[in-house]
């Protein structure tokens, strides 16, 4: 196993590259793990183009910047279009898209670096519903939300913000782009990876290291620079997956600014070979079995509490696969030896619902990556780093 490297080394790297330092924050929210950062926002026509101040969850699984806007009056913001969300938890969000400036109000700020101000199209949430846990869209019908365990359709009910009881909206830092509904046209990427660093030698990317406990430091690195590449240098190194076309526009002063490409990637942001160890369940005997399973997605996800087993067909959840009611740890292994989830003994089963196509499947790796690695995503390079705690 490499060796660990220390959050004090990632922020003497950081302060060396000139790359500014954002704390996240523990939230604990009944029985789970969240990760919260506080965020200002400034929509022009919203609040009356004054920048709003909240602490939002920090979901790299999420995609899009989802603001609560539930109430407020809408009529001077110039939509972009409609945009929704459904999460594997059941929140629904509907609203629309606009063009904001988001800046963090807590960075610490290397000497001579300018606070970073980034230019993205948000989430404006008009309203939020509850559907049960493991809805989905429908396939066949995308107006139609179905439980992903039974193919039958839901109802959902009205929910309202704070979510996990602090935080007002869905800071999602997934590289997966997010359409306007029923288009075609991109209107939202993650905020995180359209900041275009002004600092010489910085390039596009972040580094991610959550705090571990109540009362923990937690950090966000803004972009990628020789210091911190050298210092990731010995760690796991996983390409991600691009998206298609593979970039998309982002706007240096939008929305007067000349765009510039970055990259993205698919929802699973990357993909390996790996070896499943998992102990039987309870209608087998006590053994050990370990499964090889070949190019399995991987999504990284500080939004969710566990590891959660997306089934498909690559990935079959059944007998022959891990399952909900395993006992013992689950240990996630590429076929190089390298951990992406070790020793979890909170994981679950999602199966894919046999009403539309079947899809590869994939693992959600849950917090629990983040509590066991810092985590460097360069966007610029197209490579994940995984350097141990």
């Not at 929210?29 to 969850?57: C, H």
């Not at 050990?288 to 067909?313: E, F, I, K, S």
């Not at 990556?369 to 390079?381: K, S």
Request: contains cysteine.
């Amino acid at each position: 196993m490499a060796s660990g490297i220390s959050i004090e080394q990632i922020l003497e790297a950081a302060t060396l590259d000139g790359a500014p330092q954002i704390p996240l924050t523990f939230i604990t929210f009944k029985t789970m793990t969240k990760i919260g950062i506080n965020v200002s926002v400034t929509v022009p026509g919203w609040n009356n183009g004054q920048p709003v101040s909240a602490v939002y969850e920090f979901d790299t699984g999420g995609k899009g910047f989802w603001l609560n806007s539930v109430g407020v009056d809408m009529t001077n913001v110039k939509s972009l279009g409609a945009v929704e969300t459904l999460y594997t938890s059941g929140y629904f969000y509907s609203g629309v898209a606009a063009t904001a400036t988001i800046t963090f109000p807590n960075v610490t700020l290397p000497s001579g670096t300018p606070s970073p101000s980034i230019h993205a199209n948000v989430g404006l949430v008009t309203e939020f519903l509850k559907y049960p846990q493991g809805s989905m869209f429908n396939p066949k019908d995308p107006q139609q939300v179905i439980s992903r365990m039974t193919g039958k359709p839901v109802k959902s009910k009205p929910d309202s913000f704070p979510i996990f009881g602090q935080c007002f909206g869905d800071f999602g830092a997934s590289l997966c782009p997010t359409t306007v509904s029923g288009g075609n046209t991109v209107v939202m990427l993650g905020a995180l990876s359209q900041y275009l660093p002004p600092v010489p030698g910085l390039d596009t990317g972040f580094v991610v290291s959550v705090p571990q406990s109540e009362g923990d430091a937690g950090w966000l690195i803004l972009g990628i620079g020789n210091h911190l590449r050298t210092l990731f240098g010995s760690a796991n190194t996983l390409p991600m997956n691009p998206a298609s076309p593979g970039s998309f526009p982002a706007w240096n002063t939008a929305p007067f600014g000349t765009p510039t490409m970055v990259n993205t990637f698919s929802e699973q942001a990357i993909n390996a070979t790996v070896a499943v160890t998992q102990p039987t369940c309870n209608d087998a005997p006590a053994q050990t079995v370990t499964h090889t399973l070949q190019n399995v997605g991987m999504c990284l996800d500080t939004g969710c509490p566990h590891v959660v087993m997306h089934g498909g067909t690559v990935l079959t959840v059944g007998n022959n696969q891990p399952i909900n009611y395993g006992t013992g740890t689950l240990n996630i292994m590429t076929t190089t030896g390298d951990g992406i989830v070790t020793g979890s003994k909170d994981y679950s089963a999602m199966p894919t619902s046999d009403v539309g196509p079947a899809i590869p499947g994939y693992v959600n790796t849950g917090v629990q990556n983040f509590i066991n690695f810092h985590v460097m995503y360069d966007i610029t390079q197209s490579n994940l780093y995984l350097a141990h705690r």
